[in-house]
């Protein structure tokens, strides 16, 4: 059974750190890439990290570059998110894609399985 679990969000604040983990399960590790997504309400939603199996090739969007890390252990990839701001709050999502592709993708609609979402606020 093909399944894709989030955890690790929660409330913290201003400059504080959270790890979020992706856990997923049926999938041949050998294709997957994981990608994870943040939606801010009232946004579309937006790559901010991804990483092709097997600690491949990892992207990140500009704007958390140095802040985010994305990294992976077996079935679970990890975004550990450092020196969190306001602005970073919203709902956070992994998603697979299991296609064989040469690089990891920001575009949503690459991927086929989402998890459902972990809650992410920053305040103080």
């Known amino acids: 059974q093909l399944a894709v679990v989030e955890s690790g969000g929660g409330r913290v604040q201003p400059g504080g750190s959270l790890t979020l983990s992706c856990a997923t399960s049926g999938f041949n590790p050998h294709y997957w890439s994981i990608g994870w997504f943040r939606q801010f309400p009232g946004k579309e939603r937006e790559g901010v990290s991804c990483i092709k199996h097997g600690s491949g090739p990892k992207r990140y969007l500009t704007s958390v570059k140095g802040r985010f890390t994305i990294f992976s252990d077996h079935n679970k990839v990890y975004l550990q998110i450092n020196s969190l701001k306001a602005e970073d709050t919203g709902i956070y999502s992994c998603?697979?894609?299991?296609?064989?592709?040469?690089?990891?993708?920001?575009?949503?609609?690459?991927?086929?399985?989402w998890g459902q979402g972990t809650q992410v606020t920053v305040s103080s």
């Open positions: 998603a697979v894609d299991n296609a064989a592709r040469t690089d990891c993708s920001f575009d949503g609609d690459d991927y086929a399985f």
